[in-house]
């Protein structure tokens, strides 16, 4: 992964923060457009192509979360990365459940964005590693998930899937009808178990079980205290 091909868009309003952020990532190679308000946010989004979107919630005529709709809307792929002053719990829950992938809660450190911004164009970049089948799709019961792609198919129905989604149905994928603690799924797919993310893993699962619901033989069951089994019934069962 060459940084100094990576596009970023940085969201921020404060002054101050803006530039300190934006010297910050130019300085380790990543190219960035920066947006003072949402609305100047969503005009450099149609006019450019972005590896990775960071994004305050708090923003002038148009705030963060209304940009990520819009955004999602459009692009279901790109990694958004809330950045957010509140530390109400209900805000945090809400940036992911319209489509964020994670958030860092004000005063950050560079170093921690700078990871969290690694960590997510590198898997950007490289999901998957390899499907069970070797041909670029895994299958789920009924459905065939594409990881390159990042879609989830049944019957001639495709839908889109963000990057964090995809990277929970890989995760229980290759541990069918395994009992995982929910301290080994937020270490393997977020990589840290705090509450919030704890709180942002239910969120997570509440969408898949939609996602899929259109097969009866695919449950994400909730194993209270301790974690969960992804239940998937063989075709012959």
Do not use: C
Request: glycine fraction near 6%; aromatic fraction near 10%.
């Amino acid at each position: 992964m060459n940084e100094s091909n990576l596009k970023i868009l940085l969201v921020e309003d404060d002054e101050a923060l803006r530039f300190i952020v934006k010297d910050n990532l130019e300085q380790n190679g990543y190219e960035v457009e920066a947006a003072a308000d949402g609305q100047i946010a969503l005009d450099f989004f149609e006019q450019n192509k972005f590896d990775l979107i960071i994004l305050d919630v708090m923003l002038p005529k148009i705030d963060g979360f209304q940009v990520a709709e819009k955004i999602r809307k459009s692009n279901e792929h790109v990694p958004i990365i809330f950045l957010t002053a509140r530390s109400m719990t209900e805000d945090k829950i809400k940036g992911l459940t319209i489509g964020g992938d994670d958030y860092i809660p004000k005063p950050f450190s560079m170093e921690e964005l700078l990871l969290k911004i690694k960590i997510f164009l590198r898997r950007s970049q490289s999901l998957p590693i390899e499907s069970q089948a070797g041909n670029g799709f895994i299958k789920i019961g009924r459905f065939l998930f594409h990881s390159e792609e990042l879609s989830l198919t049944i019957d001639d129905s495709t839908r889109s899937l963000t990057l964090k989604e995809a990277e929970l149905i890989r995760f229980f994928a290759e541990h069918p009808n395994k009992v995982l603690s929910r301290n080994e799924i937020l270490e393997k797919v977020w990589g840290s178990d705090d509450y919030f993310l704890g709180r942002s893993l239910d969120v997570f699962i509440s969408r898949l079980r939609k996602y899929f619901k259109a097969d009866p033989s695919v449950k994400i069951i909730n194993l209270h205290g301790i974690g969960f089994r992804f239940s998937v019934k063989k075709e012959n069962a």
